[in-house]
Nanobody, 125 residues
Framework: QVQLVESGGGLVQPGGSLRLSCVGA????????MGWFRQAPGKEREFVAA????????KYADAVKGRFTISRDNAKNTVYLQMNSLKPEDTAVYYC??????????????????WGQGTQVTVSS
């Protein structure tokens, strides 16, 4: 069993930056693929970014490519999402997720076994 806890969300102005963190507990997650998803009000949960268990492979949604960076520190059981040049349309609850070691299916929510409770990100002036 893996417990995931996100932090780092908040209110930021357009063009600003935030760094989300997700700490895992219950077992080491160094052999798990990690992902970030988001869900805005009235919309379905959507893929944001994923990173392989080694950190050597990453994937991004087109909407965040070039602005967001996913990274991980397996020694700290932590995965990060650095978000720059934030836009109002990035407003959502952001969820951290953990799944099997392969990157196949990493962009699908049903490809993950464990989920955090989410952290709110609001981009507004």
């Amino acid at each position: 069993q893996v417990q995931l806890v996100e932090s780092g969300g908040g209110l930021v102005q357009p063009g600003g930056s935030l760094r989300l963190s997700c700490v895992g507990a219950g077992r080491t997650f160094s052999d798990l693929r990690m992902g970030w998803f988001r869900q805005a009000p009235g919309k379905e949960r959507e893929f944001v970014a994923a990173i392989s268990w080694t950190g050597g492979s990453t994937k991004y949604a087109d909407a965040v490519k070039g602005r967001f960076t996913i990274s991980r520190d397996n020694a700290k059981n932590t995965v990060y999402l650095q978000m720059n040049s934030l836009k109002p349309e990035d407003t959502a609850v952001y969820y951290c997720a953990a799944g099997g070691p392969l990157m196949i299916g990493s962009q699908r929510a049903d490809g993950y076994d464990y989920w955090g409770q989410g952290t709110q990100v609001t981009v507004s002036s």
